[in-house]
């Protein structure tokens, strides 16, 4: 139904940045919040920055102060730069869209993209 379009993963060497997006076919009123999240081999996802549609961000702990995330209200697309990459941060990041609960009652999930970091 909704269609999350996530690009700019890839090998990067550690202290070196990217640039993930997520384009978001939902009309921006239908958006409470979107974020990122990411899930690494053996471990749980995890919430990694989300924004609300106020404007309001939050970030694990883990990625304060490296990772910023911003919003495209025309364009209905989110980003998550990342800066000062580390080995640890190696994951499939995944975009996630929290909608109007009066339009739909789930969230939606990108397929993912993949993040690797080298030492």
């Known amino acids: 139904q909704v269609q999350l379009v996530e690009s700019g993963g890839g090998l990067v060497q550690a202290g070196g940045s990217l640039r993930l997006s997520c384009a978001a076919s939902?009309?921006?009123?239908?958006?409470?919040?979107m974020g990122w999240y990411r899930q690494a081999p053996g471990k749980q996802r995890e919430l990694v920055a989300t924004i609300t549609s106020g404007g309001s961000t939050n970030y694990a702990d883990s990625v304060k102060g490296r990772f910023t995330i911003s919003r495209d209200s025309v364009k209905n697309t989110i980003y998550l730069q990342m800066n000062s990459l580390k080995p640890e941060d190696t994951a499939v990041y995944y975009c996630?869209?929290?909608?109007?609960?009066?339009?739909?009652?789930?969230?939606?999930w990108g397929q993912g993209t993949q993040v690797t970091v080298s030492s």
């Open positions: 939902v009309n921006i009123f239908s958006i409470t919040a």
């Open positions: 996630n869209v929290s909608p109007r609960r009066s339009w739909y009652d789930r969230d939606f």
